[in-house]
């Protein structure tokens, strides 16, 4: 059965800061780890998609990296921003069918 | 592209009664979710649907708990009848099947059952 844990629970940086988050999971057979990021109020909305043979993807400021081997997957923030300020969660699928088993988050606050 | 649409954004009523909560998945997109989110238990699936068809219903926590998916645009949860242990966050969410594509998540309805 896949787990999926995020430690921390909760970050806080000054703005400008490099910083990466963590996300550990079971079942290395995983088909791809999606990160995502809610706002308060809000809906999750993805922000990258690494697929198992891949080892990371990029998107503007955000680097994702996949080590299937090691059950770890890890989200680096470049030079973070006030605007970046939110939770983060990292999901893996429980087997084909897209059922998709979220960690706990890690709640980001970016200071000015 | 409007993204997944859920309603209501807010839901309060009296425990006992029924509650209907509606989704409208991304056009095209054949797999649709029912996601609970609470503080104490994070996110939680609650069922999820495949071109209309309901695979796994494993999270529905009580009989009291039951989806439709009638056609591939519409989705309900309903809640009867309902109690305050109940209230929580619940998502919609819809992405392509076979679950290596991105899912997509409606605002939400804010569930309050006083």
């Known amino acids: 059965k896949q787990e999926v844990t995020q430690i921390p629970a909760a970050l806080s940086v000054p703005e400008g800061e490099n910083l990466v988050l963590n996300c550990s999971f079971t079942?290395?057979?995983?088909?791809?780890l999606q990160w995502f990021r809610q706002d308060p109020g809000k809906g999750l909305t993805s922000l990258l998609l690494?697929?198992?043979?891949?080892r990371e993807q990029t998107s503007g400021r955000l680097n994702a990296s996949l080590d299937k081997s090691s059950g770890r997957s890890t989200l680096y923030i470049a030079a973070s921003q006030p605007g970046d300020s939110a939770t983060y969660l990292c999901a893996s699928p429980a087997g084909q069918g897209g059922k998709l088993i979220f960690g706990q988050g890690t709640e980001l606050s970016v200071k000015p | 592209d409007a993204g997944v649409i859920q309603s209501p954004r807010h839901e309060v009523t009296e425990m006992g009664q029924e509650v209907t909560l509606r989704c409208k998945p991304i056009s095209g997109h054949n797999s649709l979710f029912w996601y609970r989110q609470t503080m104490m238990r994070g996110l939680e699936l609650l069922i999820y649907f495949n071109n209309n068809v309901p695979i796994d219903d494993s999270g529905m926590p009580e009989d009291r708990f039951s989806a439709k998916m009638p056609n591939a645009s519409f989705s309900t949860l309903k809640i009867q009848p309902s109690e305050p242990r109940d209230s929580a966050v619940y998502f919609c969410?819809?992405?392509?099947?076979?679950?290596?594509?991105?899912?997509?998540f409606g605002n939400g309805t804010r569930l309050t059952v006083t």
């Open positions: 690494i697929q198992s043979s891949q």
């Open positions: 969410a819809s992405s392509f099947y076979g679950g290596n594509s991105p899912l997509h």
């Open positions: 079942d290395s057979a995983i088909y791809n």
